[in-house]
T-cell receptor, first 113, second 111 residues
Framework: DTGVSQDPRHKITKRGQNVTFRCDPI?????LYWYRQTLGQGPEFLTY????????KSRLLSDRFSAERPKGSFSTLEIQRTEQGDSAMYLC???????????FGEGSRLTVL | QQQVKQSPQSLIVQKGGISIINCAYE??????FPWYQQFPGKGPALLIA?????SEKKEGRFTISFNKSAKQFSLHIMDSQPGDSATYFC??????????FGTGTRLQVFP
């Protein structure tokens, strides 16, 4: 499979626990984005990387959220001390810096009880 | 962050009809306007995209119409099929920056 891969697809956790999501990009893509999507809404930008550099973070992203992209390949998104309001689909998208086209993974659905 | 407004919120079309979804944007610096299709439980998939140097782009049954002066663009689905039933999102970006998405239109095509 040469598409964007996300893991896990579903995660159920209790409030206060930490969770981590992983995204494996399309190999030749140098940009990687994280979006959050709640039911009935469009994807909301969280942060993005160009290679290993994190270039932008949304002001909506609380300090409980952290993302990394070591070596410019896969990326992880960690949420610490989860809250019920964190329940959402977390989408990863990748692309190249010359086209603007983004290709999304299937998403990781988080449910915080 | 709501810089792209999408309408209608939902749309019901008969098989064979034309589905039309509209989007309006505020930022005149936007230079890339894609449409995404999303099925339940799946990630958004790029459907068709346009840049402001053309007023229309057609790919199969899907057409984007772009009106730069009105800051609006629309998706037309000709000969709509039940398999087109999904949620459609417009989006916009500037200079290959992050995409800003609309709120989505849920399309239902009935046979």
């Amino acid at each position: 499979d040469t598409g964007v891969s996300q893991d896990p697809r579903h995660k159920i956790t209790k409030r206060g626990q930490n969770v981590t999501f992983r995204c494996d990009p399309i190999s030749e893509h140098n940009r990687l984005y994280w979006y959050r999507q709640t039911l009935g809404q469009g994807p909301e930008f969280l942060t993005y990387f160009q290679n290993e550099a994190q270039l932008e973070k949304s002001r909506l992203l609380s300090d409980r959220f952290s993302a990394e992209r070591p070596k410019g390949s896969f990326s992880t998104l960690e949420i610490q001390r989860t809250e019920q309001g964190d329940s959402a689909m977390y989408l990863c998208a990748t692309g190249t810096s010359d086209t603007g086209e983004l290709f999304f993974g299937e998403g990781s659905r988080l449910t915080v009880l | 962050q709501q810089q792209v407004k999408q309408s209608p919120q939902s749309l019901i079309v008969q098989k064979g009809g034309i589905s039309i979804i509209n989007c309006a944007y505020e930022n005149t610096a936007f230079d890339y306007f894609p449409w995404y299709q999303q099925f339940p439980g799946k990630g958004p998939a790029l459907l068709i995209a346009i840049r402001p140097d053309v007023s229309e782009k057609k790919e199969g049954r899907f057409t984007i119409s772009f009106n730069k002066s009105a800051k609006q663009f629309s998706l037309h689905i000709m000969d709509s099929q039940p398999g087109d039933s999904a949620t459609y999102f417009c989006a916009a970006s500037h200079n290959t920056d992050k995409l800003i998405f609309g709120t989505g239109t849920r399309l239902q095509v009935f046979p």
